[in-house]
């Protein structure tokens, strides 16, 4: 496993534009990615059977298209990926409603071994509602939620990502995860 001082320096020559800091900063990076979309995936319920691998590959499209980026660090970099695989999920959910109600060609274009239940794709849509609700009432909460939730990452990464405590992590994740259950189970009456 790479020090996060040789992710951070690669994430910095990166963000000056280096393609070959990103040539050698992703396969360092691959196996952390797959670890959170596989914790993410673990958490799903049986029967779920979008692929990991699908899921870091258009995530990784996403962030290596975000030229001039300023990484803090390695637990900001996760940080961001974190989000965008969240957005890939929903934006895929999104397109797969949408297909299903015939309005024609699904938003994303993903490994076609993607396959998420109509059910699962109905939950995840109305988390990210109830996600951007949450982040117009408190942003840090909001953002809490994503990375530990699509992201996996510990209390202590998320602190690092957020620049608080454990502590405050800690709290903003149950006080998140009481408002969106409230939410949610309103939304399924």
Known sequence: MPSPEEVTQLLAEWGRGSQAALDRLMPLVYAELHHMASRFMGAQKPGHTLQPTALINEAYVRLA??????????????????????????????????????????????????????????????????????????????????????????VEETAQVTKTSPETVGRDWRAAKAWLYSQLSQRSL
């Open 65 to 154: 298209s975000d030229d001039g980026r300023e990484w803090e660090n390695r637990a900001h970099f996760f940080g961001v990926a974190a989000m965008s695989m969240r957005h890939v999920l929903v934006d895929h959910a999104r397109g797969r409603r949408a297909t299903k109600r015939g309005s024609g060609t699904p938003l994303l274009s993903l490994d076609e071994a993607i396959a998420i239940s109509d059910e699962r794709t109905a939950e995840i849509i109305a988390l990210d509602d109830a996600l951007s609700e949450l982040a117009k009432l408190n942003k840090r909460q909001s953002e809490v939620v994503e990375l530990r939730y699509f992201g996996g990452l510990t």
